[in-house]
Nanobody, 124 residues
Framework: QVTVEESGGGLVQPGGSLDVSCTAT????????MGWFRQAPGNQRDLVAA????????????VKGRFTISKASAENPMSLNTVVLRMDNLQPENTAVYSC?????????????WGQGIQVTVSP
């Protein structure tokens, strides 16, 4: 079983930055991919950024150059348990519930385990 927990959401002004973290705890197999998704009211849940245990990353076109996903600095280079999504130059359209997914597989688009989600609000 895998437990996924997000932290770091909140309110930020337009143009500001925010870090959100996600930790996946497993008692069986290793986690090989983790990703951040977001869902705004009335919209579907879309991939924002993802990373594999080996460090391969994927970003939505709309966030390239502004958002960065990385493994926690204390991580073993080939393991994956905690990731940080750094979001710069946030805009009101980035307001959404951000959810973290974790997977035993290396596919960066599909996840087996999910956190509860955290609210990120960008507003003056």
């Amino acid at each position: 079983q895998v437990t996924v927990e997000e932290s770091g959401g909140g309110l930020v002004q337009p143009g500001g930055s925010l870090d959100v973290s996600c930790t996946a705890t497993t008692n069986r197999f290793a986690i090989n991919a983790m990703g951040w998704f977001r869902q705004a009211p009335g919209n579907q849940r879309d991939l924002v950024a993802a990373i594999s245990a080996g460090g391969r990353t994927k970003y939505a076109d709309s966030v390239k150059g502004r958002f960065t996903i990385s493994k926690a600095s204390a991580e073993n280079p080939m393991s994956l348990n905690t990731v940080v999504l750094r979001m710069d130059n946030l805009q009101p359209e980035n307001t959404a519930v951000y959810s973290c997914g974790a997977s035993y597989n290396y596919n960066l688009d599909a996840y087996q385990f999910w956190g509860q989600g955290i609210q990120v609000t960008v507003s003056p």
